[in-house]
């Protein structure tokens, strides 16, 4: 038998749990206004964020009717790997996914700001590059395939991307906040092996994180399994690149700055999501670098887990203040300019964490 | 921006995984292919997904089952590390035959990188079995079963290195040795690791915080596979004559036949071929062939594999029959989920 107090607590978080999936259900799509879903999303990962909208739901008019939550995970799913595939495919091949690939039904459609081909100098990392450039694409044609099973009226546009490597694109913005570069100076991710591996980075275990904060959320054990292959997936991407960089930055003359830098990225994207409480204080310290002091050395930390080698979960407020580079709440920015898109719209906005 | 159609070459027949590369690469096809393959699968659920199953195990079964799977990576990964099992603390129980995890050693570590991988992997298995055991209460704790890590020609290692034409009959395979053949040794269990809690998934599809906690281990499990499996793609492309490559390709295609030929489910993640080696594959880009490597293996899909507790049982007792022990346990895991597949 499973200890009293521990499935006391279980039975009373799984009531919770419960009792808000049926509201969201019985509500309907469009009255799961933010407070619904902040609690559902905040339930999923435990975060328990004080800055959750009220649980007083507005409603809104329903957009599409009839979306179930399971679908509106998949879309959201679907933005990230969007996101990512394009990232890849420039990356890699330097061209977009195809078109076949990125319309729908329900968002407006926009195109990629930047990428190019990364002139790679270790043929290992390209060939990483082009592994990864497949698996991605493989993921948005599977949950475009899926939602379609559902509906094909439910499929999401790929939103506008900004994968920019200019002045004004997204990763030189994220790459300033986080220090990486100076207050004038540009990140290009595809400049070198280095910067692709870092700009890589910058998604691999955010979509880790993802997957696993929704996995609670989904009721269809097929679309589950299905996540959590994903989510598997995503975990091989971020431990390879974790991997590289912290070899690139242990083995290869003056590229310490690979650890240093990858570090920073993993601090600037904690410091977006939110912020612990004196009560709790590792209350949202979601994210790890790749090098961890011990005992006064520095070791490798290829794995970002909790104490009891557990994944972090994001909720989806979360995953959106990182995909828009904000800590506040935000329906567009960053890698998304005009947003993601979602057949319910609380789950296209960031939280409010400024 | 006009997608223009690749040319696809056939690609290396040994290395299946690579065929899923083609969606890539057909252009305006691919998602239609992808969507072709997808359907197959979809099609079986109508636009209502089928009801959600009925678990066949309950979550405390399938709870023990992983803490059974965590004593074995973690008492290999204490003995490589620090040279002994887990303490007895860590492997008490009331529920199932009491065993020791025997025949393991200190690796002598010559690469630093790989030595800090194995101490961070370590830690998070121990903490992977002190989680799962931190669940229950003394007297519904499942013991450590008894576990073979040794290095006798009749063990476990050997013979799963045997079947997978690393040694030689009557040879024996000690994962201790070296850098290279810890790392098989730990190729061996990460994706089996993987597998295994993504195919337990659905039965903790009722009890939220056991599945997002389940989903955890699942990801970290798929960070160690990666950590091992590019270690091992890296070093076997420096020194070929180590034919590492072909090792976890030989290793991959015995798991592959231990655990038998389910029907394919391309959304599920489950089919006749759940695994890969490292072996390089190519694709023709604009006319110029390049490789592409396999770290992560996936379906079609990008989808991680799903194996049942039960042909994760017939890997670790290296028997393809429906068998209550053998490999490396020798008197069996331990807890209701105890028999392999009938997967021959």
């Not at chain 2, 570590?109 to 790989?114: C, G, H, R």
């Not at chain 2, 970290?220 to 950590?227: F, L, T």
């Not at chain 2, 030929?261 to 006749?272: K, Q, Y």
Request: charged letters at 15%; aromatic letters at 8%.
């Amino acid at each position: 038998m499973i200890k009293d107090s521990v499935f006391a607590a279980l039975e009373l978080a799984e009531a919770r749990r419960a009792e808000r999936r049926r509201f969201l259900k019985l509500a309907g799509a469009g009255t799961a206004a933010a407070g619904g879903l902040a609690l559902l999303s905040a339930c999923g990962s435990d975060n328990n964020n004080s800055t959750s909208p009220s649980p007083t739901p507005t409603p809104t008019p329903t957009p599409t009717g009839g979306v179930t939550s399971d679908v509106a995970i998949l879309q959201l799913a679907l933005n990230l790997e969007y996101l990512e595939a394009q990232f890849y495919s420039f990356a890699a091949f330097g061209r977009s996914l195809p078109e076949a690939s990125l319309t729908g039904t329900v968002g407006e459609r926009g195109g990629v700001t930047g990428g190019r081909k990364v002139a790679f100098s270790d043929p290992i990392i390209a060939s990483y590059a082009r592994e990864i450039a497949a698996d991605e694409l493989a993921h948005v044609n599977a949950l475009r395939a899926v939602i379609t099973s559902v509906s094909a009226a439910q499929v999401i546009n790929q939103p506008a991307i900004n994968i920019d490597g200019g002045a004004s694109g997204a990763f030189t913005f994220a790459a300033q906040k986080a220090g990486i570069i100076g207050a004038n100076d540009t990140f290009d991710p595809y400049l070198d092996d280095k910067n692709f591996l870092l700009a890589a980075y910058l998604f691999e275990d955010v979509g880790v994180t993802a997957y696993k904060g929704a996995s609670p959320l989904i009721s269809s054990a097929i679309y589950l399994e299905a996540a959590a292959g994903i989510l598997a997936a995503e975990a091989y991407h971020a431990g390879l690149i974790r991997a590289e960089l912290y070899r690139m930055g242990t083995l290869v003359p003056g590229a310490s700055d690979a650890i240093t830098k990858a570090n920073a990225i993993s601090d600037y994207r904690d410091s977006l999501d939110g912020v612990g409480t004196t009560l709790l204080p590792n209350l949202n310290e979601l994210d790890e670098g790749i090098t961890k002091t011990v005992s006064g050395a520095q070791v490798a930390n290829i794995v970002p887990a909790d104490s009891n080698a557990i994944a972090y979960s994001r909720t989806t407020f979360q995953i959106h203040n990182i995909a828009y580079l904000t800590k506040a709440a935000a329906t567009s920015g960053g890698f998304f300019p005009k947003g993601t898109n979602n057949s319910i719209d609380s789950l296209r906005s960031s939280g409010n964490f400024a | 921006m006009t997608d223009s159609e690749q040319l696809i070459e056939t690609l290396d027949a040994r290395v299946r995984r690579r065929d899923s590369r083609r969606a890539f690469f057909t252009g305006a096809l691919g998602a239609a292919a992808a969507a072709a393959t997808l359907s197959g699968a979809a099609q079986a659920q109508t636009v209502t997904p089928t009801p959600t199953p009925t678990p066949t195990f309950t979550e405390v079964d399938v709870l023990n089952f992983a803490l059974n799977l965590e004593y074995l990576e973690a008492n290999y990964y204490a003995f490589a590390v620090t040279g002994s099992g887990l303490a007895a603390a860590d492997i008490s129980g009331a529920i199932g035959t009491a065993g020791a995890a025997t025949g393991g050693r200190a690796v002598g570590f010559k690469d630093p990188i790989v030595q800090q991988y194995a101490q961070e992997i370590y830690q998070d298995e121990l903490a992977h079995v002190r989680f799962l055991r931190a669940q229950f209460t003394t007297s519904s704790l499942l013991a450590q079963p008894a576990i073979d890590l040794g290095t006798s020609a009749t063990g476990a290692f050997s013979t799963a290195a045997r079947r997978a034409g690393l040694v030689a009959d009557g040879v024996a395979f000690d994962p201790y040795a070296s850098d290279e053949n810890f790392l098989l040794g730990a190729y061996l269990f990460e994706d089996v690791g993987v597998t295994a809690y993504k195919g337990a998934a659905p039965a903790l599809i009722n009890s939220k915080i056991y599945l997002e906690a389940a989903a955890g281990i699942l990801a970290v499990e798929a960070y160690h596979a990666a950590i091992i499996r590019s270690v091992l793609y890296r070093k076997g492309l420096q020194t070929p004559s180590l034919q590492l490559i072909e090792a976890t390709t030989a290793i991959s295609r015995v798991r592959d036949t231990l655990d038998g030929s389910p029907t394919e489910d391309l959304v599920r993640g489950i089919g006749p071929v759940d695994d890969s080696g490292l072996a390089t594959g190519t694709i023709v880009d604009n006319g110029v062939t390049l490789d592409v490597s396999n770290i992560a293996p996936l379906n079609s899909n990008g989808i991680a594999f799903s194996r049942t507790p039960l042909q994760v049982l017939n890997i670790v007792y290296l028997n393809q029959a429906a068998v209550t022990s053998g490999g490396f346990f020798p008197a069996g895991v331990n807890g209701n989920i105890k028999t392999s597949a009938a997967s021959a």
